[in-house]
Every structure is written in structure tokens, then in C-alpha cells.
């Protein structure tokens, strides 16, 4: 059905004002931040760790990058992160570190 | 604005954006008009899925309605509950409260839903008035299968004979009878057949009591009567820790299904023989919550979901996570499955009442920890990717695994990791 232009006009520009909404709404952005939340269950929500526990939020993205694929490749030595850190490709773990680096230190 | 015209709104406002060629984002915004809320979310049980599905809801859209019911005081937790079983831990250590999801906006109703109304898409509670919802997400947990074991299915059996599988009243009341038990006496627990909740619970408080007992009543045994062809989870460790520290306190049997139980004897009926015991802890064949039965289409036990979403394959618009669920292959009955699959269906539902497109590849993990004493940890991990050919989560290959042996650095990690998911699902 043909949309008169002054009234396509004015609807994008309604659809342009009302979507002044944060960029979480992004598909990609969302899809890490799910990723990251599976993480919280022993890395505390956002990252941001209990008592005895490591906490990942406002670390720097390449020092996190390189701990991940440390573990991916069993240099580096640990409990049980080897055998996460084989669940993810190395372009899924770049990205969960950095959404980690982005989170606010508290 | 009454259910119908919220949806019919957002379903418009898709078409706009398509018919404007403007893709996800103004779908995505069009109920931001008047700061109206995208729909309202229920959201039934208060567990490790519930709690978690009901903080992330909010935490990711704040402008939700979220109502949660919880028909319990507080938050127990099953997780650490066995340390309770054999006295290493009190249960006001596995005790939590909901207070901490009123920061987030989350509306706690403390009442028990007794029926899902599919048609008119309001939940029915036993006190308060029904509740509607724009989208459900259902996370009973389990409930049990008395009538599999007629000799205890009734409540005065039920009291004499304690699972002790859902934590709180009968993890007390089970370590009270561990308490009292002679040195010399024998506790038998009984197994049902997998699907089951906490695949390595059973062999965990095994143990753990076979630790107490070792300790504090060292002629006392532990007899287990496995309804399963063999040990469901983490067999090589639990043998290991069993063979080196408890040997001649554990007894293992196989095959051992309970066909019915003798209150007055204290008699387990199997296939082809009795056994007697002084303490039986039995642990009942399983299904999802009852509240949960429209929705139970697998074998009439388990729901069904599509796990991209965790949107039910019998209702739609109605979410099941947790324990309730038809497992994915290789994925246990956990309460860390249970906080992964809240936030998978925690942003499935913003997508839907928001108009985006849900998350078309989510990845979750879990690691369960068993102690096999009172400090001393066996793991297993898995990662669960969602698989387009098989249209399900997968167990990615060559990730996971256990423990090279029992130690007590994850016996630390089992408690941090305990503590974690406590916050992350309630604060």
C-alpha cells in the first residue's frame, strides 16, 4: 500500500525520535552480554566476583584475551577454566573480554 | 491498555519498521513511546532459574512489570545442602533472602500459583487474585513421583521417610536422624532412575556422610541402592574417593529400583529382594513441578522448550526453565543450568515484547562440584552451544570435563562458586 511522503516523512522521523535507546538493544551486543552472563554463576554478576572468587569487570581486554586463550591452548594451568575456555572460538572469547573490560570496576 | 492492544501495538510497530526498511531498531524502540512498559512478566518460582530469571529481566529492561511468586519464606539452597546433611555446614549457611530483588524493581508476590490458565494468560494463585501475563516463564523445579513407591504414598510415610531433595525443613530433619543413629546402624539412600535432579547429588551426600560417619561413628555404614545400571556422574572420582577413604563404610549396588517401600519394617522392595536399613533416605522418581503440567509434553514428566529461547513447544508465550525442562543431550538437572537457561529466556522475552529477534546462537555453561568430604572436591564442566542443524543445545566437543582427582583448592572454589551464584540470582 503507498505511504503519502509527508506521512512517511513524519513516521521516520517519529521512528528516529522515539528510538533514542541505548546501545543494548544492538544484536551483537546482546548476544555477548548473554554469553558473559553464563560466566557470573562463579564470576559474580557482570563480572564483579564474591569472596574467593576472581573478579573479571574493568580488567584490561587484551590481559583477559590472553588469559582465555592460555587456557584454550592448556599453557596456562588451572581447576576447570581449560575446559571452558575450549567451548568458545577465539574470536567469541575476544569478544566476551571485551564486554568484561567494558563493565565498571566497582 | 488491555493485553491484546500491547501486543497488537508491538505487532504494528514491527510491520513499521519493516515497512520503513529500518530493520531491528525501531521495533526495538517503538514501546519506548510514553515510557509505557513493554508487557508484563510472571514469573513462577523463586529457585536458582526463577530468582535469576526475575533480577535479569529487569537489570536488561527496566521499564518490565516483573512479578515473581515464591510461595516459600527464603531462598535454601540445594547446592551445599548435603554439607549441611553431614554437620559441616549449618542451614542457616545455605539460607538466603529475597529482599535483595526489590533493588532491582522485581515485585515479590508471596503466595503459591496453583494453575496456569493457558487461555485466558493469567496465572491463579491459592490467596491473592490472578495474574496476568504478557509472558510466563515457568520454573518449578521438580516434584515426586510417590505414586511409583505406593508403600509411601501418603504423608505420614512421606514423614517417616525423608528425601530430603528439596532443601530446607527435611535437610534438618534428615540430619537430626544422621545425629541419632547408633555407631553400628546402617543408612541406606535410594536412587531413582535418571532423569533426575543433581546427576552426582546422590553420590555426593553419600560421602559426605560416609565422611561423618568415619569421624564420629566409624562402625556405621552407608548402603547405596542405585536405581541406575551404574554411577550416573562422575564415576571414576566417586570410586576413587570411596575405595581411599572409605572402604567398608560405602557399599555400592546397581540396578536396585525401588519397586515400593515397607514403613512398619523399614523395608526396601526391589526387583528381587528386600533390604532393610535403620535409616533409608529415599529420593523419588521425578517430573517438572506440577503447576507445570500443561506444559509437560515430554514422556507427560518433562516441558519441552525450544532452546534458543526457552519458549515451551506446547504454549506459546510461556517460557520453562530449570529443572522442568526436557534436558538438552548431556545437559544435567542443575542449579547452574537452571541460572543459565534464566538468562537466555531472560532476553528471549525482552526480544519478543520489544520486537527483536531472539539470540540465534546462545552458549552456557556449567560446573558442578561434589564434595566427596568436608573439604575434599570432585568437578564436572560443560559448555552447551546451540547446534542449527540439531536445533538444540549441544556439548561443545573437546570442551569440559572433571577433575584429575579429589583436592581441597576446588573445595574453596565449590564454596566461592556457591556464593556467587547465591548473589548473582538474589542480589
Redesign the interface.
Known amino acids: 500500500m503507498p505511504?503519502p511522503a509527508r506521512a512517511?516523512a513524519a513516521?521516520?522521523a517519529a521512528?528516529t525520535l522515539?528510538?533514542?535507546?541505548p546501545a543494548?538493544?544492538e544484536?551483537g551486543h546482546?548476544?555477548v552480554?548473554?554469553?558473559a552472563?553464563?560466566?557470573?554463576?562463579?564470576?559474580?554478576?557482570d563480572g564483579h566476583?564474591?569472596?574467593?572468587?576472581t573478579s573479571l569487570a574493568g580488567r584490561s581486554a587484551d590481559e583477559l584475551f590472553t588469559l582465555l586463550i592460555e587456557f584454550k591452548r592448556d599453557v596456562r594451568p588451572a581447576?576447570?577454566m581449560h575446559?571452558?575456555?575450549?567451548?568458545?572460538t577465539d574470536d567469541?572469547l575476544k569478544r566476551l573480554a571485551q564486554w568484561f573490560a567494558a563493565q565498571s570496576k566497582r | 491498555m488491555s493485553t491484546l492492544d500491547r501486543r497488537g501495538f508491538i505487532k504494528a510497530a514491527g510491520g513499521?519498521?519493516a515497512?520503513?526498511g529500518?530493520g531491528?531498531?525501531?521495533g526495538?524502540?517503538?514501546t519506548?513511546?510514553g515510557r509505557a512498559s513493554p508487557g508484563r512478566v510472571v514469573v513462577i518460582g523463586g529457585g536458582f532459574g526463577g530468582a535469576t530469571a526475575a533480577k535479569?529481566l529487569k537489570?536488561?529492561e527496566p521499564r518490565l512489570e516483573v512479578t515473581l511468586i515464591e510461595r516459600n519464606q527464603n531462598f535454601v539452597s540445594c547446592p551445599i545442602s548435603n554439607l549441611v546433611l553431614a554437620g559441616v555446614k549449618q542451614i542457616e549457611d545455605i539460607t538466603l533472602a529475597y529482599d535483595g530483588l526489590a533493588k532491582y524493581g522485581v515485585r515479590l508476590v508471596r503466595d503459591e500459583a496453583v494453575a496456569i490458565d493457558v487461555d485466558k494468560r493469567e496465572v491463579r494463585l491459592a490467596k491473592g487474585d490472578p495474574l496476568p501475563w504478557d509472558r510466563l516463564i515457568v520454573a518449578p523445579g521438580i516434584d515426586f513421583l510417590y505414586e511409583q513407591i505406593p508403600g509411601l504414598n501418603n504423608a505420614e510415610a512421606q514423614q517417616q521417610v525423608l528425601h530430603s531433595w528439596k532443601a530446607g525443613a527435611q535437610t534438618v530433619a534428615l540430619r537430626k536422624r544422621l545425629e541419632d543413629l547408633p555407631d553400628g546402624g546402617v543408612f541406606a539412600i535410594s536412587i531413582p532412575k535418571a532423569p533426575y535432579r543433581c546427576p552426582p547429588g546422590p553420590y555426593e551426600r553419600a560421602s559426605v556422610i560416609a565422611h561423618y560417619f568415619k569421624q564420629h561413628k566409624p562402625r556405621a555404614k552407608v548402603l547405596i541402592l542405585d536405581g541406575n545400571p551404574d554411577i550416573t556422574s562422575k564415576k571414576a572420582l566417586f570410586l576413587q574417593a570411596w575405595e581411599e577413604r572409605y572402604k567398608g563404610i560405602i557399599e555400592y549396588r546397581a540396578n536396585s529400583v525401588l519397586q515400593d517401600f515397607d514403613v512398619r519394617s523399614k523395608e526396601a522392595r526391589l526387583e528381587f529382594e528386600s533390604v532393610r536399613a535403620d535409616l533409608f533416605n529415599v529420593i523419588p522418581p521425578q517430573r517438572s513441578g506440577r503447576i507445570a503440567a500443561p506444559l509437560a509434553n515430554v514422556g507427560g514428566r518433562w516441558a519441552g522448550v525450544d532452546f534458543r529461547t526457552f519458549e515451551s513447544t506446547a504454549v506459546p508465550g510461556v517460557h520453562v526453565i530449570g529443572d522442568a525442562t526436557a534436558s538438552a543431550p548431556g545437559m544435567p538437572k542443575s542449579g547452574?543450568m537452571a541460572?543459565?537457561h534464566a538468562?537466555?529466556a531472560a532476553?528471549a522475552v525482552i526480544?519478543s515484547l520489544?520486537g527483536?529477534?531472539p539470540?540465534?546462537?546462545?552458549?552456557?555453561?556449567n560446573?558442578c562440584y561434589s564434595f566427596v568430604s568436608d573439604r575434599d572436591v570432585v568437578?564436572v564442566?560443560?559448555?552447551?552451544?546451540f547446534d542449527t542443524q540439531e536445533n538444540t543445545l549441544l556439548p561443545?566437543k573437546?570442551?569440559?570435563?572433571l577433575?584429575a582427582v579429589a583436592?581441597d583448592?576446588?573445595g574453596?572454589?565449590a564454596?566461592?562458586?556457591a556464593?556467587?551464584?547465591w548473589?548473582?540470582a538474589l542480589t
Not at chain 1, 49 to 53: L, N, R, T, V
Not at chain 1, 83 to 88: F, I, L, S, T, W
Request: net charge positive; aromatic share 10%; hydrophobic share 50%.
Open positions: 505511504i512517511f513516521l521516520v521512528a522515539v528510538c533514542a535507546f543494548q538493544a544484536p546482546r548476544q552480554r548473554v554469553w552472563a553464563a560466566c557470573a554463576a562463579c564470576h559474580g554478576t566476583a564474591q569472596a574467593g572468587m581447576t576447570v575446559q571452558h575456555a575450549k567451548g568458545y567469541e | 513499521l519498521a515497512a520503513l529500518a531491528v531498531g525501531v526495538a524502540c517503538a519506548a513511546v535479569y537489570k536488561w547452574f541460572n543459565n538468562k537466555v532476553d526480544a520489544t527483536l529477534e539470540n540465534p546462537t546462545p552458549i552456557i555453561a560446573t568437578h564442566a560443560s559448555v552447551h552451544k561443545v573437546g570442551a569440559g570435563g577433575s583436592n583448592l576446588e574453596k572454589f564454596l566461592a562458586w556464593r556467587n551464584i548473589a548473582d
